[in-house]
């Protein structure tokens, strides 16, 4: 029961909407698991000035440089789950967890959109996962002795409907993510899931790191790896 009338009927004035904007930006992964059944989605993008996201030899991991990346982590301490595919994670072999000084146990649930099952046994994300959450989104029906053998290695499965591609469907796997009670989620997936993403959403933001290179000859304009340009974006449907 609303206690607004209450108080205003026993002459208390009342102000309302104080802060509303700050409490609403504060509170934005809340609200919308509560009305959406979702978490508040920021995509993380890191490119070269000619918008590439892999070098021309197909490496990622590090193509924006050391103040990029502690950026990086900050954003992970501010999120309760990082998603990634299993392509990053068999190309990258990521932890995922957030490695700024005092800010370790900071680190978010990592979580894998993994349709077939494919993130190794001997992944770091995987070996770690006793100690810090490891959940892989699969398909429903994907293959039982891998789940078996992930499971005992204390990852947390959590089978969602597939998608047109037969990976697992964004926005169940979103939803999937919600019912655990998770509010905010910041995706550091690979070319195909934020491609995917950014075809068929959910979207909220988006973090974009350019780095001072060219990347068509993997060329960097400066030895320091460190003037990035970094922006933030909200999106908001017409």
């Known amino acids: 029961t609303c206690a607004l009338p209450i108080l205003q009927a026993a002459g208390v004035e009342v102000t309302e ?3 509303e904007g700050e409490a609403r930006a504060f509170n934005a992964g809340f609200i919308l698991r509560v009305t959406a059944a979702r978490p508040l989605v920021t995509l993380k993008v890191a490119s070269s000035l000619d918008g590439r996201i892999a070098t021309g030899s197909g490496e990622s991991k590090w193509i924006t440089g050391e103040p990029a990346r502690a950026q990086g982590h900050a954003l992970r301490a501010r999120n309760d789950a990082v998603v990634v595919g299993s392509g990053t994670v068999l190309a990258d072999d990521p ?4 490695r700024l000084p005092g800010l370790e146990n900071r680190s978010p649930v990592r979580v894998v959109f993994d349709g077939r099952l494919r993130t190794p046994l001997t992944s770091k994300l995987v070996a770690t996962a006793k100690k810090n959450p490891t ?7 994907s293959d039982s002795a891998r789940r078996r053998a992930l ?7 959590l089978p969602v409907a597939a998608g047109q591609d037969g990976h697992p469907d964004p926005k169940a796997a979103f939803a999937a993510l919600a ?16 491609a995917a993403l950014l075809r068929d959403g959910p979207i909220d933001r988006i973090v974009w790191f350019r780095a001072p290179m060219i990347d068509r000859k993997s060329t960097r304009l400066n030895s320091s790896h460190g003037y ?5 974006f909200s999106l908001k449907k017409k």
């Open 17 to 19: 909407g104080v802060l």
């Open 95 to 98: 932890e995922l967890t957030c």
């Open 135 to 141: 959940w892989i989104v699969t398909v429903v029906g």
């Open 151 to 157: 499971a005992s290695a204390g990852v947390v499965l």
């Open 179 to 194: 019912s655990k009670g998770i509010t905010r989620v910041l995706v550091e997936g690979g070319r195909h899931l934020t």
């Open 228 to 232: 990035i340009s970094y922006a933030v």
